[in-house]
DNA sequence: GACCTGACGCCCC
DNA sequence: AGGGGCGCCAGGT
């Protein structure tokens, strides 16, 4: 249903805007928590969010590898890379460094 | 209206 | 351990 797509986007937004600064996610960190959808449908969600321009730190989502995948869709690809160095966030050849002890579980907002 | 592709990830071989 | 295939849902061609 449409109804639920509109919920699964704002939720994706909602859990991507409380990513910590100097923090990152996962696409499929993020469909885990919602059990929704696919890691896909995260990115694709968020791809959307940078087109109408929405304040949701895409920049700090990344796939289970922590590459930046989706560095291509920012305007500058290099944006993204920048942003992230910006937040404290170091990134090499396009992969988060510690990447694993950066990454944000959006299950903390449960707790 | 059908087919392909896309910010991914897991299962199977 | 590495590679390939399928699932996910929606949007564009």
Redesign the pocket.
């Known amino acids: 249903m449409?109804f639920?797509?509109k919920q699964y986007y704002e939720q994706v937004y909602h859990v991507t805007e409380q990513i910590p600064v100097g923090r990152i996610s996962?696409?499929?960190?993020i469909?885990d928590y919602l059990a929704?959808?696919?890691?896909?449908?995260?990115?694709?969600?968020?791809?959307q969010?940078?087109a109408n321009d929405m304040p949701?730190p895409?920049h700090r989502?990344v796939?289970?590898?922590g590459e930046l995948?989706?560095?291509?869709?920012?305007k500058p690809p290099a944006a993204m890379q920048e942003m992230l160095e910006s937040e404290g966030v170091k990134v090499e050849d396009h992969q988060v460094v510690d990447f694993k002890e950066l990454f944000w579980h959006p299950e903390a907002l449960d707790e």
């Open positions: 449409a639920r797509q996962t696409y499929g960190a469909a929704l959808g696919s890691a896909r449908m995260v990115g694709y969600a968020l791809s969010s940078n949701v895409a989502v796939n289970r590898k995948s989706g560095r291509h869709h920012f």
